[in-house]
């Protein structure tokens, strides 16, 4: 059942841009267990669109299944959400940008639903550079089917009931890069400070966005011998640089240049900051960060933050050359050649 | 007769004589895959339309593309029976070295084998009751032209040169067509030409010209086109407003999406920057080709995928969701011969079941069954007004025969006053007027709820699409009241449709026939010649086609008016009998079946020894026309 939150308002929350409080952001109360790494993210997803002051209209909430997939039910109330298929979030979402390209389109999946079932799927939309933002809660198991093993396990670990993961991880982080997503970041549910600044670059970004975020599962898979579990992820997540955003609207102070921070220009304007940790950190370098991510997964840590980002690439309307009104508004005079041409059409059948 | 088989030596015969024919014949080209015969054959079958006479045409071709050997069949045929004729031909042209026995065998007896005699044919075993007409071909291709391609292009064009001096084809009607083939291309127009003289000379020289059997200019053709199906529900979704399709590449559904994208290229481009207003995606398999059709339909587009059967299965899962969640989608499906990959380029209508019943669960689909291009025009324009208006899936049943043959046809007509229904789709204004927008309440009462669009209102009409069981506000709920109020309003809904969907073509006498004859598709190109044999054996019957399901009274009264009902379809299990009789809830003992599945077009005289033995109460096994 979902449950409507009460409409309450305190009078003096703070408004954004379009005058909306935190509250206009929300969504239906969450049924996900308590704790659920997924509600962190639903909440950071309510924060980054509050405050960089995204009309909720004007979003569409795509998902396919798993408790992962619910979440869009728990944001942004004032947005259509589609609960489509298991697996087939990213030919759904292909569907409706290509109908309306003014939308903004926020993905929730989950590690099975794109990993396993969905991962051709997966592997389309990013090649085919959709503009959208993909976020996966990566939780190692199959939360809603009750904790088998998902594919992103990492090698040699069990589950809660002891099956011990024998083959070979995916790492979608690793496979957007390969397949040419312009933005990918990884970054965990238990750290909003990282995470709400990716997911406004996220969405500030043209392109395909792709975010993995590591959202453990309290009930199947956080236990002490996961690499998914609070305490693991706590100890084991490095970053190789923090990665501020500044929307458009805030004025680039002097102290950009500062303790030897690089600007990123986003396509809108706003600007990602990035304070190096490691010296060699290089977020324009695809191949490095795949080989960085593989060298950390050995020393058994994961490695978090903007891992790439391509604040020039394209997306599928620019390479389609699809006409900049959306679709779905063009009117029958544009769309039906009418009965004149019609004939010449017959002639040529004669 | 004489001189062709005396200059050729090969057999000689003057015993038999087919009678002469204008008019009247069925013609059958034998080639081999990839070789370019499918251009000159098609030229050869539209120089007789130009003439005034109807044709029929069908490519018999295997899942090949390079060196099997493939047919086409022109039908002539001054009374319009178009459908296949069956049998043996009365002419046949075997160019195929592989497949020569066998087409020689399929000539009628006293009929002509026109053959390519650069080499022997080796004589004994061969027929002698047909005629032989050798003509050195290769031969002498070999002598005019210098490039191998070309040699083996104008072979084509020879023969179709020959056929007009043979049966009275009028050399202009050719030359004609040459010209508009090959418009803009004009240096190709003299070679053609001059290749088509070649045989026609040749033909002229060594044959009696023409033959007993024959054409002669008509006038009969009168507003019809020449045009196959799958350009017919293409060129349907561009009139329609289609702007999104999903895709993924199978016979006999490949040329829709190809068809739509050509037409697109020409008439969907902005003037003014050049942009497209439209999007085609070639998705990595089924599943994401009618996920993107939904996700676009979900979102306000005009959305369409082209499948066919092992299509149908993979998108099963998908078009369970489109029912529960009222999505509206149109799905073009081109029949072939299953199950499996079967026979792929052979025609069937045996997806009937599987598309009614799409998915899991309690499912059922709109179906629309096309019986011609302008059919397949008509409804692919009109599926997506159904399908916005209905809020489900609409499913057009073509088949190969239609989609990929060209059929003679009623021209395309589109009526400009015709505006797009969207059907009940709030606009932003009606949103701001309405207390409370429910996604799922039947304020009708005709089980169709109103839809809303993302991004329509700052703060009303957003809701949460879903598989997943949801009360009349759109929200979650497993309450066991809810899930059935919901599933009786979309029975509603269903009842709705049938009074909406393209009424049945009935033909009846005042006074009911004994019999009626319940078809549908492809098979009503052989009904006008099915009536008329029945005729000859005093037997009277009336019609109806039907045209689309979920049926309405006009089925049910159609049956019941009948003493016996026959049920002509092109599937082994009846599958159209089993889907009436479940949902008219009618005995299936009373519906007499005919079926034929050997994945070619239905033909009139397997309708008719079909009743002809059900009235002789002989049992009907297996029947292969
Ligand atoms: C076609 C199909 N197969 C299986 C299922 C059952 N199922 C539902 S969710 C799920 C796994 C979800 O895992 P994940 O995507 O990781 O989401 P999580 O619950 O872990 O957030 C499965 C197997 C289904 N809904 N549909
Ligand atoms: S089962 Fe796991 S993933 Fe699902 S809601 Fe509970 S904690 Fe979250
Ligand atoms: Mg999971």
Redesign the interface.
Known sequence: ??FQKSKFHHPRLPVNDLGLTYRDYEG?LSTLCAGCGHDSITSAIIQACHEQSI???????MSGIGCSSKA??YFL?????????HG?M???????????R??LYLAMSGDGDSASIGL??F??VVR?QLDMVYMVANNGVYGLTKGQLAATADKGVKNKTGELSIFTDIDLCVMALQLGATFVARSFSGDKKQLVPLIKAAISHRGFAFLDIISPCVTFNNHPKSTRSYDYVHDNVVTGAIADFVPVKKEITSDSAQGGCEDICLHDGSIMRIQKITADYDSKNAMKAIVDIEEHKKKGEILTGLLYLDPTGSH??EI?????TP??Q?D?D??????R???S??DS?? | MAKSVESNKIKSNQKLEIPPAINDFVIRFANTNGTGSASANNMFAKAIVRMGIPVSAKNIFPSNIQGLPTWFEVRVSEKNYLARRGGKSEIVVGMNAQSLFDDIDSVMPGGFFLYDSSKQLITDQLRDDIHYLGMPISAICQKEYQDPRQRQLFKNVIYVGALAALLNIEFDALKSLVGDQFKGKEKFITPNIYALEIGYQYANQHFICPLPIKVERRDLINDRILVNGNTGSGLGAVYGGATVVGWYPITPSTSVVEKFASYCERLRIDPASGKKNYALIQAEDELAAIGITIGASWNGARAFTATSGPGISLMTEFLGLAYFAEIPMVLINVQRAGPSTGMPTRTQQSDILSCAYASHGDTKHILLFPESPTECFEFSALSFDLTEQLQTPVIIMSDLDLGMNDHLTPEFIWDDEKKYNQGKLLSAEQLSEIKHYGRYLDIDGDGICYRTLPGTHPDKGAFFTRGTSRNRQANYSEKSDDYVDNMLRLTRKFETASQMLPQAEICQSKIPADMGLIYFGTTAHAISETMDQLKEHSLSVDTLRIKAFPFNHQLTKFIKEHNRIFIIEQNRDAQMRTVISTELQIDPAQLYSITNYDGLPITSKFIVQGILNKLSSKVVTEQVS
Do not use: E
Request: net charge positive; with cysteine; charged share 10%.
């Open positions: 059942m979902s239906a009309p909720p209209h004007k979003v569409a909430k869009p039910n109330n004032k947005a259509h959400g589609f609960n489509s298929v087939r990213p030919s759904v979402t292909t569907g409706a940008n290509m109908a309306n003014d939308l051709g799927q592997a389309h085919r599928f309307h389609n050359n699809t006409t900049d679709l779905n063009l029958q544009t769309l039906c050649p009418g009965s041409i019609l004939s059409i017959n059948f004669r």
